[in-house]
């Protein structure tokens, strides 16, 4: 039994609420149970300054990711001078993953920064951002295509990410914070509609994993993220 | 007339949306118009680490503020090597205001986190910081108070602040963004329950301004203080 | 009675000693008291780095405000990693109070840049800073003008600043450390010559504050800032 | 063919030269063909500050990466004022990995610090650090056996890493730099002795990948890891 | 003939203006011509941090350097992300020159520190840094002395330094800005009472030199410093 | 007799192996008994920014140095908020020294970066990373030479370094870093072919020293480093 009384295959409560922002291009708020993630897509004209130098051509895709004060138990407050390691390796999947489905030839000469802030975590909240991620990206191309600035939407297929673990035994979708603290194998999935992969991460938390538990959770992980593909297409197409 | 078609004393639609946040001890998501600020309110024990070296007792209120990338019409990355200044002088004056209305000496051993996050700014993001991290404040004391960890709520006056400028040769209150880009005169006051001034801020941004002014501007944003306040109250006895 | 033994309305000894720095285009040390500032203006030609981006025309004026390490009773080290948030406030207020009196379009294509460095502090300092570095930047204008760079002196008005508080319940003026220590309320106002406001700023340090104190306080600062405007002119006038 | 001439499953060349500084506890050089890390392990008294604030018991096992500035071909300064992100998500995989095979609780009270310094890189630095990082590890524990002060050795597992890719439409072990900029597929396996998984990273860097390529992917890594445990236990052993 | 039509062996006019600080124990502002040095020093109770750690008994005493941000022809904004290499340099040299005629038992538990604010420079400031801050710290022992807080002057030695160089062939002492931008050899020699070294630091600018010059630099700043004691003894017996 | 029952002007076992690195155009592992620093010289087309903006010609030649973490006895983490004020010192040295003997004008628009990284400390680390320094930036001009871009090499002189000290009172050379601990006087050389100085570095550490002590270490240095020298000039003629 889960502590949350879900299904192992059962996902949180999910809603994407669209268009939250006034000036971003697109925008998403998706909650998943407690986990309630601010998502912003900003189209700036031009290349980045790296591929300028090094004389390369087509656009570039980015993400940031940030917790707010009080998202979590304890406050924790800005320090400037400390490097949030975590949030440095957060942003890099976010940005990695959702850079994979975007056409950077066709993007052309701009570039796409997805900010992720989140307001509340309980559990999940690097998938949240990159779930949440992809749908204020994909409103933001459409709304560019709409006015006529972009020929077509450079995105090449709905991405999703979901978590998946090992909790008491159980392979479980979905974990929340508590569920998550107490996982004996942690894992990450970011998959693209049709199933394939785009990103794996797992990690034996308190000890190893065997090759059978990494099948049965990508399995359990590609049955969460067609679920949540459903939902963005619904949501985008509103 | 006003860009907004506002009475010259015309409030922005103000709403308090209060407990938006499961885990701060208080929260509120103030909207003024379309500037939308998430405020916490965090209580943690322990005097402050100054307040030990110096051997002061009582307790200590603090604020933080900050914006979400895009909370803004043009984007603005986090860059952690570069101080905010603008954002360093307004968490200075949130804390400062909310302070003058704790009885630090009642609060005890304890620190306030007052953390502003804007989620969306057009105009007067410091004066709704400091109106909607009130609320945040009050809700977190009386918390403590009910499931009597404090005695009794240290918070001594209700205290709200409104922007007030000169914008075409009139006196304006709550003035968006675009009015305050073409404002002559930008003050912003915070104010007590009972009109009693604690905080005071007026620059002539293109030109100098007269006494007169100072008076006209100081009458207008008691009014809307005593509106705000009004609806603080009406929030908090929810 | 106040600490100093001075009248309410009675400024601390004031001089200002120009033209002490061989480098700086114009440079003033001002003592009010035993709070001594060293103040610089430099001017250099070209815009700043945004007003280029933006493709705005014109010149600008900015600040900076420093104390040296033993400027306070307790020596307070350097720690590059620490910003001071009471500095980045103070060279804000400096830096949009001197702008405030110079014609940018006048000034072209240059920046004006005031440093000013506490060499002992005994409170005002702030006021000290706008004070003395209003006739650095006079002096070096005038420079440039004299020598055929500038065709005229851009600055518009005689400009000063000075603090004013309510201490024991009297409105005084010109505080000292002791007594801002201990002042009910605190403020700064920068005028400019003729009586037009600029700037002000008011805190109820221990308690709020009235409307009549507010006036009261306005009364007092003209009449300090009309008194330091006259020995400006004679300084400049030399 | 591989851009190397290697068999799809074939490492490159091996070696580990053990202690190699005269002052770590434990120390291990250890080169892949021309990727040359340098990995020492420091164990010092004492729990992290951050168990000793939560009251938890036990030890901990960190890790920290960098390359010397011209690890590459291309030579990159130290500036002290941009964090590395790539290094940052590097170390805590590296720490991650070795504490998974550490019993905190027969460790007591020590921190274990692996520093993993890239003196020539070409592809596959963070395995080798793990593999090279590992060697240190365990003779650092050994030698604290040896000399009385540890009862016995803590560490649970041997453990080593491999990179596995797909290039050119093969899956392929151990990329070189070259064959990794243009590798369909990247993955890195953490892989404990008995072929129990610890860590899985995997990301489509052109296009997504799929199960099958998983399972191939995963089935190459258990083979190379095991060869490379095999190497271990012969130079500790030593 | 030197660009100051000075003798070789000629010292710019020097003056000390001593008690300039109201709070700093010791202070002193010391002019080498147009290189204006202030100088302060602290004593602060207690044992440095890493003596304590260490075990060590004894005080401590140590220097900081900066420049007024028009201290130079052009003017050097004050950047905090931006280490100063150049002052990191001169800091350690005060520090270490002062320290050397300390009795740091003497001392006791105590941290002397030294703060040399450069207002004005024109070549010479390490020097003049050294030779000032030697009076403000003599000041600052014997206020300590007389008030009765420590039983002796820990100073064991006077101390001063100055420059040297080899110019257009010859070899000439204290040299001034312009000056040192020609010298084909640079050095600083920090001498104490009685011609004994405590720090010799010779750089070839443009060349490299010989013995023979290196003792001619020798033998002008012993006589040089000798010259600087002397007004020391002076100022301090005033 | 010396701690490691050297003569007094008996160097330490010196090797240099050449060509470490597969990607620098020139570097050395230098091993001055236990002191072993790796040297690498990168050169770049294109003046540094500052030459530049001041519209002057030529090359540059500057240098980094850095330890690994556990170089030394006690582990030192990277902190990478603290700036390492002996590391600063010592890269301007190293960076001076070396620039010396480079005719920048026949560099051309180019930068030589010099950057030693000490893999293991035991006295003497500044003076190993010039004399390796040397010989891997030597190595990198001859290469630019050999394949015609560069069309001579920009080197005036073979240069070395050594330390020198007063241990025991006795005047010996190459200090280990149980000696250099001991020192009563501690100085480095650097010289050039045919004994001309380019830097002295000489403090007294624990008391002040002679004219006469500073000629006998500066007799014993020029020795030293003439051997070195003859070490350097065997090893790049190959």
């Not at 993007?107 to 990159?130: H, K, N, P, Y």
């Not at 990690?203 to 959770?217: N, R």
Request: glycine share 10%; hydrophobic share 40%.
């Amino acid at each position: 039994m889960r502590p949350s009384a879900r299904q192992n295959n059962q996902l949180r409560k999910v809603s994407f609420e669209v268009n939250v922002n006034r000036y971003a291009e697109g925008s998403c708020l998706i909650k998943m149970g407690n986990t309630h993630v601010l998502c912003t897509a900003s189209i700036e004209n031009g290349r980045p300054t790296w591929k300028r130098q090094q004389g390369l051509g087509g656009g570039w895709v980015t993400a940031d990711y940030a917790m707010l004060p009080r998202a979590t138990h304890v406050r924790r407050g800005r320090d400037s001078n400390k490097t949030d390691f975590r949030a440095v390796e957060i942003k890099r999947l976010v940005g990695r993953a959702l850079r994979s489905v975007v056409d950077l030839d066709v993007l052309g000469e701009r570039q796409i920064f997805i900010d992720c802030d989140v307001l509340q975590a309980d559990g999940g909240t690097r998938c949240a951002s990159i779930t949440g991620g992809f749908v204020a990206m994909y409103l933001a191309c459409e709304k560019l295509v709409k006015c006529g600035e972009m020929r077509k939407n450079p995105i090449t297929h709905f991405l999703a990410a979901i978590s998946v673990g090992v909790h008491n035994g159980n392979v479980v979708i979905d974990l929340d914070y508590d569920e998550d603290c107490h996982a004996e194998v942690d894992a990450n999935f970011v998959v693209a509609d049709g199933g394939a992969l785009v990103e794996v991460q797992a990690t034996g938390e308190s000890k190893p994993f065997t090759g059978e538990q990494m099948d049965a959770m990508l399995k359990l992980a590609k049955d969460g993220v067609a679920a949540l593909i459903n939902l963005q297409k619904q949501v985008v197409e509103g």
